[in-house]
Nanobody
Framework: QVQLVESGGGLVQAGGSLRLSCAAS????????MGWFRQAPGKDREFVAA????????GYADSVKGRFTISRDNAKSTVYLQMNSLKPEDTDGYYC????????????????????WGQGTQVTVSS
């Protein structure tokens, strides 16, 4: 049974930092591209960042480029999202996702490409 468990969310002031983690189990982690998405209640899920299976390719939404960094540790079956210079508009539920169909260098951006999803962790940025 595949499980993705996010952690690291919380309340932070604008300009602060948080590091999200997503621990995967029940899958061969190195065979999956990983992504982070975010969603506010009543809104569509939005792409944030993705990383390829081999860890050498990454992709970011324009809104977070230069502030967020995605990384992975295949030995720990964990993907991270380092979030710096946080803004109130970054307030959302953050979800990690896993895609087994991506090529070794692909960092998928589309929600439909991901097969497995975590339950999410809330990030709240106060002004």
């Amino acid at each position: 049974q595949v499980q993705l468990v996010e952690s690291g969310g919380g309340l932070v002031q604008a300009g602060g930092s948080l590091r999200l983690s997503c621990a995967a189990s029940g899958l061969t982690f190195s065979r999956f591209a990983m992504g982070w998405f975010r969603q506010a209640p009543g809104k569509d899920r939005e792409f944030v960042a993705a990383i390829s299976r081999n860890g050498f390719s990454t992709g970011y939404a324009d809104s977070v480029k230069g502030r967020f960094t995605i990384s992975r540790d295949n030995a720990k079956s964990t993907v991270y999202l380092q979030m710096n210079s946080l803004k109130p508009e970054d307030t959302d539920g953050y979800y990690c996702a896993a895609d087994s169909t991506a090529g070794s260098w692909d960092a998928p951006r589309r929600e439909s490409e991901y097969e497995f999803w975590g339950q999410g962790t809330q990030v709240t940025v106060s002004s």
